[in-house]
């Protein structure tokens, strides 16, 4: 099939491919409806440049649950690499990523990585995508990935990962659909009216073809019509063989096929040469998926329950215990066969869990439990509480809840006193997770009921370190020690480093809240950490780091927070700890934020929010950014940001919530000259303040309790703003005439639009002179926030003139032409007029 | 005797001809009778995937014995604690 009008797409395709060539590695995201030419416009590339690089091709399953990584296997086949023999022997599924990557680094030549139907993708392989893409440009590789846009539903897995790509890294095309003039040129061509065919095909080339095929008894209604129109006109061998290959979304083994139905073969053979079906690495497909399921939906659903008993029956006849297991299951979900779903469900889900991909695992255990039609409590607990970590995993903590409840409810009746511990312990954690303190907290209460008299076990250690947890999150620290320190003594009596860990990292990170006992802390935080690296405990190491980026920030150490952030986010994002480097990186906006960094806090803050799943912790904290970003430049919708983050902030009942949310409202009030907290909001968290004795936390919140209401809170020591210009521009502002003036220039510069304004008026009130102009809109549309004039000066020093000649070229002074200049070197941060050139090309400011 | 829901999945059960639905019919009530104890099958609602039923047994394990002589799929059995419709909201 010649492609038609897709040149246009197929030469920039190559482009890409020789700008890779050329430099660096980039991704390419292929879209558009089923049907609309996607699968033909990537084996024109291939066909292109097969003789210019190593092409290595992976497919995705339209099985209920794909086989996970399925494409990763398809291409190591191809690259001839050793592997191991199935997902069982991955026991580091990091170290596989990282080993495939290195073969692709070693590999001569540029590479060509095609992943066809990603839609379809399992977790593990959307993981695998990011964990590519984002190191895409080391490689020599062109890595090309389609999907169909019509089967991504809002929630789909796969937006995630487009929204936490970097956006330079990769490149969208999407396909659209034929023009009325192509499909009444190919119409034409055989003598058929192209208007008709425009209208029913909508211009999807794969319709425009399967109507002109059968165009000849009549116009079809639709293309349903015309593709059962072909079926029918067939024989009844090749029926059938259609309908078996109907069911069969993955094909089947031409082999295979031929040993079950030897009869068939002439009929097989016939439509692979009409090319309805053609033979793909040994399997038998349709030509087209969506042919596959428009004869699959038109039969009768009795008759499909049929086939999809028999083909069962063939394919575990025909493969080994542990090959086919996906396969397996979508076929006996499809036949009803109950027992099959819930012998193999499980083990399929333990294997997609063991690779990270816990969405499937999590479907794979619901349809074990929705199938399984006894009564067994014991078999029931199993899949209850493994269905109830993988949709922890996943971020369905409802769900999570649910399960784990009726769990709970067995081990009661079984009067299973430690189990049911666990249970209300687990409960506890994923309460908090919800954002629901209180449930919370209750639960870890009963869990601790349940256990104390209990002996030593480690469900018991657990019940105490969750409590210690809780504490820490809301500040008790002595509760947090109490609790603590019972875990350690537990978890030391049974050599269980795991609930070691964690309870160190409870005990170590309260200390470092408090002045008197931070050097401790921080000491126990790092054997935490130690225990962590050494076990490979992914989670508590991420938690280490998280807590001394956290408390580095707190205790304004931004050095050390800048530090243990950075190790951390890199060891999360190595693993795709996604949830640990989100909480570090809302640690990360704020860290920007008060060290004056702001275009890095917002373009981290804006990150985390574009994900609608984001945990309700890291959304507050990133609200609070994006909102404080707002109103110091005098943008507008921040009041919804900062209510949304007062909202959630107290549900969450911790006062490292609070504190950002409120600060941020009452800056805003100070801004804006107008009441927005209700006195009962502020009393509350001025007494939670006064619970905790943590000073330094509450710094910022009472410089603007200051500001804003005048009120002043009682303070260990006065804050020092060492590291935070616009606090200290702030400060700096109410010294003496001179001092205002530089204060304002300090705001001006960075970019606090609203504040420039306010303190702008203020200083005319007083009468003084000479305030330093603001920024006029055109630097806004800049980067770097160059006004005209400076962009001129920036134009001739890209040309090579020396500054009488840029004097000369724009009627200015050469005192005024080194003005600009500083001023560009300032705003570019270059310390020379070369590099201040080479940065305004790399930002695009010159073009 | 208890009135359940049953509710069956069959992808693709709209598409089912009158030929098919007779048959299954026909088969539900054959079976009823064998039972062996009081079961009526009252309606079924056929739709796009799935096939929901009312029937009247003893037991929900009458139900199930039903489906199984029947080879009818089962994914839920219900049973129905209260009946409700329009005259319901009359003044008691």
Not at chain 1, 189 to 204: A, K, L, P, Q, W
Not at chain 1, 515 to 525: K, M, N, S, V
């Amino acid at each position: 099939m010649e492609l038609i009008e897709r040149a246009g797409l197929l030469a920039a395709l190559q482009s890409e491919f020789f700008k890779v060539a050329d430099g660096e590695g980039h991704c390419i995201f292929v879209s558009g409806e089923a049907g609309i030419g996607k699968t033909s416009l990537l084996k024109a590339l291939r066909n292109e440049l097969k003789n210019r690089c190593n092409i290595y091709q992976g497919t995705c399953d339209a099985l209920f649950t794909p086989r996970p990584l399925a494409p990763l296997y398809d291409i190591l086949l191809q690259m001839g690499h050793d592997l191991p023999e199935s997902s069982h022997e991955i026991a580091d599924r990091t170290l596989f990523f990282t080993r495939l990557f290195q073969a692709l680094y070693r590999q001569k030549g540029v590479n060509l990585i095609i992943f066809e139907d990603i839609h379809w993708a399992d977790e593990a392989t959307l993981d695998f995508i990011k964990f590519l893409a984002r190191r895409i440009t080391q490689l020599r590789c062109l890595f090309l990935l389609s999907y169909r846009d019509d089967e991504i539903h809002s929630h789909h897995p796969l937006r995630n990962v487009l929204g936490q790509l970097n956006p330079d890294s990769f490149t969208r095309l999407q396909l659209q659909p034929l023009s009325q003039e192509a499909v009444e040129t190919m119409a034409a061509g055989r003598g058929y009216n192209g208007e008709d065919v425009f209208s029913i095909s909508g211009g999807n080339p794969f319709y425009v073809n399967e109507i002109l095929a059968s165009y000849s008894p009549g116009i079809p209604d639709n293309i349903k019509d015309s593709i059962l129109s072909v079926y029918n006109r067939q024989d009844e061998k090749t029926k059938r063989v259609w309908e078996i290959l109907s069911i069969l979304p993955t094909g089947l083994e031409s082999t295979v096929l031929e040993k079950t139905e030897p009869l068939y073969a002439a009929a097989i053979e016939k439509s692979l040469d009409s090319k309805i079906l053609i033979l793909k690495d040994g399997r038998l497909f349709f030509k087209h998926e969506l042919y596959r399921r428009i004869l699959e939906a038109s039969l009768s659903p009795l008759v499909r329950v049929a086939l999809n008993k028999r083909i069962l029956v063939v394919l575990r006849e025909h493969f080994e215990e542990g090959q086919a297991t996906e396969r397996i299951i979508h076929h006996a979900k499809n036949a009803n066969e109950y027992d099959i779903v819930v012998h193999f469900a499980p083990i399929a889900a333990r294997q997609a869990a063991s690779v990270g991909a816990h969405t499937e695992a999590a479907r794979l255990y619901l349809s074990a439990i929705e199938y399984y039609q006894g009564d067994e409590k014991d078999l029931l607990i199993q899949l209850y509480e493994a269905y109830a970590y993988e949709c922890y995993l996943t971020n369905q903590i409802r769900e999570a809840i649910i399960y784990i409840g009726r769990s709970l409810n067995i081990w009661k009746k079984k009067n299973d006193i430690e189990q049911s511990g666990n249970c209300l312990r687990f409960l506890s954690r994923l309460w908090w997770y919800d954002g629901n303190r209180k449930n919370a907290e209750s639960y870890a209460s009963l869990a601790i009921e349940a256990l104390n008299a209990q002996p030593s076990s480690r469900a018991k250690a657990m019940a105490y370190s969750n409590m210690s947890q809780l504490k820490m999150m809301s500040d008790e620290a002595d509760e947090c020690i109490f609790w603590g320190e019972r875990a350690i003594a537990i978890a030391r009596e049974l050599s269980d480093e795991d609930t070691l860990c964690h309870a160190l990292n409870n005990i170590g990170t309260i200390q470092t809240n408090r002045l008197a006992t931070r050097e401790r802390g921080l000491e126990i935080l790092q054997e935490s950490l130690a225990i962590g690296l050494k076990n490979g405990y992914h989670e508590h190491v991420a938690r280490a780091y998280t807590n001394l980026g956290f408390s580095g920030v707190a205790s304004k150490s931004y050095g050390l927070a800048r530090e243990a952030l950075d190790a951390g986010i890199r060891y999360c994002e190595e693993r795709d700890l996604d949830s640990w480097s989100a909480y570090m990186l809302h640690v990360k906006a704020r860290l920007k934020l008060e060290t004056g960094c702001w275009k890095e806090a917002g373009h981290i803050a804006d990150i985390l929010l574009k994900n609608e799943n984001q945990s309700s912790i890291v959304r507050i904290g990133a609200l609070a950014v994006a909102a404080t970003l707002k109103i110091r430049r005098g943008d507008p919708d921040a009041l919804p940001l900062l209510q949304e983050a007062k909202t959630r902030a107290f549900e969450a009942r911790e006062l490292q919530r609070i504190l950002p949310a409120m600060a941020a409202l009452l800056e805003y009030e100070w801004i804006k000259g107008e009441t927005f907290i209700e006195d009962e909001a502020l009393d509350r968290t001025i007494e939670m303040i006064g619970l905790s004795k943590n000073a330094r936390e509450s710094s910022e919140f009472a410089f603007w309790l200051d500001k804003a209401r005048g009120r002043s809170l009682p303070m260990e020591s006065p804050w020092r703003w060492d590291h935070c210009p616009y606090e200290q521009a702030l400060t700096l502002f109410e010294g003496d005439d001179d001092d205002k003036r530089r204060a304002i220039g300090i705001i001006q510069g960075l970019g606090a639009l609203a504040v420039y304004e306010k303190m702008k008026q203020e200083m005319r009130l007083s009468g003084i002179k000479s305030i330093p102009r603001g920024i006029r809109k055109t630097t806004q549309g800049n980067p770097a926030l160059l006004t005209d004039r400076e962009l001129d000066v920036l134009n001739c020093l890209y040309k090579g003139l020396q500054n009488k000649e840029i004097a000369g070229r724009l009627f200015i002074s050469a005192k005024t032409v080194d003005h600009h200049i500083s001023a560009i070197l300032y705003k570019l941060e270059a310390k020379s007029r070369v590099k201040a050139v080479q940065e305004a090309v790399r930002m695009g400011i010159i073009k | 005797m208890k009135k359940f829901v049953i509710e069956r999945h069959l992808p693709g059960a709209s598409n089912l001809s009158p030929e098919e639905l007779q048959a299954m019919s026909q088969t539900s009530i054959e079976v009823a009778g064998q039972l062996g104890e009081p079961y009526i099958w009252i309606q079924s609602f056929v739709t796009g995937d799935k096939i929901y039923c009312i029937h009247i047994a003893e037991s929900e394990a009458t139900v199930r014995r039903h489906s199984k002589l029947a080879d009818f799929p089962i994914n839920t059995i219900s049973e129905v604690a209260v009946v409700i419709d329009p005259l319901t909201s009359n003044p008691l």
